[in-house]
């Protein structure tokens, strides 16, 4: 019966580490979806569900280095804060170009004000 369980939560994990690494790719092509944190997500996933891939992800040539800088020293490059700054900027406009109510810009604005902060007073790699 454990052993089932265990089975079952090695399979839980390792299909989230997945749908993870699915959404980052598409993230890596989309400016409003987000890369690193769901690329650290799926480290996380699959460092609970199989040593081998989660080897392969922290060790891939493109998306390993941003996992092992958060890793080793909470860093973030600082191509990819500009990047996530851009991307920041287009998912506010988008909304406020659409004639959302002010009171939701309000809302959003000071949320993305909050994760800029965050992001850029993170260390650089």
Known sequence: MVEAYLCAM???WLGCGWICVGL????AVL????TVPFLLLAAFCF???SEKVHRWLVEHP????PIADWQSSGSIRRKVKWMATASIIVSFAIPALMGVRPMVL???AVALICVSVFIWT????
């Not at 980052?24 to 993230?27: C, D, H, K, N």
């Open 24 to 27: 980052g790719a598409i993230g």
């Open 31 to 34: 400016p409003l979806l987000p």
């Open 62 to 65: 493109k998306l390993g280095p």
């Open 47 to 49: 460092a609970r569900s």
């Open 10 to 12: 090695r399979i839980f």
């Open 106 to 108: 309000a809302i959003q």
């Open 122 to 125: 993170r260390p650089e790699a």
